[in-house]
């Protein structure tokens, strides 16, 4: 059985993109909303 | 507590990865391909987590109409749609040195395939419906007819036949896999199954965030 490195490197490369592109895209969304709620009033 | 959490995921994931590369041996027939199912097996028992998620959370929200039900099945499906989507991926690539084809219509692959589409389209009806009722009841009814699905994809290597080997880990048999293999998927699995609480904590925060702005 050849070594089929490519195929393993492929799978967890790909895995690995579309983990860290959700996790990213959580984080600007999470940012975004967080930015866009109003201030809370300040106790006097 | 979710910084904590991603911390924890972190770790359990570069335990999974020196699990798999370096702790589990070569696999005698398949070679380093086999690799591959450190990635794939836990990406579908992920899945299968959250799609039971979004089942108990439509349930959950038909029966209290509490909008927490229904951000729980959002947020779990829009996960579940990644990790079966990483599972159909993984698997096609692992297909094509040792089936030799990166795709065939067997009855694993094509019901995995219409897994997928289903709750695609659940969170494309999640999208469409403005109403926060009227979408939480809708996606509540296909959160639990998408559930069906689970068993039929689970059973589909015994119900039919299939060029996908029949269950090594949840069937009815004893696992005849080698323990330091068993190991490294187990390390995996638990790796994959914090990563799912990290982005289900992650992904609610969001939900709950849009409901207040």
Known sequence: MPANWGYVLAAYGIAAVALL????????????LAARRPAKPRAA | MTRALGWLTVLGLVAGLAAGFGYAPREAVQ????????????????????FGLVLLGSIGYLASR????DRLAGAAGEIGV????????????????????WWTWDARLTSTA???????????LRSLIEEPDARARYAAVV????????PIV????KWWRALHQPSTILGPERSPIDPAIGLALFVNWVAFTLLFAYFLSR????ARLEEQT
């Not at chain 2, 689970?154 to 290597?157: A, C, D, G, K, P």
């Open chain 1, 21 to 32: 592109a959700y996790w990213r895209h959580l984080a600007r969304r999470t940012r975004a």
């Open chain 2, 66 to 69: 509490r909008a927490g039900w």
């Open chain 2, 82 to 101: 990644l990790f079966t989507g990483l599972t159909i991926v993984s698997g096609s690539i692992w297909g094509k040195p040792t089936w030799g084809t």
């Open chain 2, 143 to 150: 959160g639990i007819l998408g559930a069906v699905n689970i």
């Open chain 2, 31 to 50: 070679g380093n391909v086999q690799r591959i199912m450190y990635l794939h097996v836990p990406a579908v028992l992920t899945a299968y987590l959250a």
């Open chain 2, 154 to 157: 689970h059973f589909s290597v």
């Open chain 2, 114 to 124: 219409v897994l997928f589409l289903v709750y695609v389209g659940y969170l494309l």
């Open chain 2, 203 to 206: 992904r609610m925060e969001i």
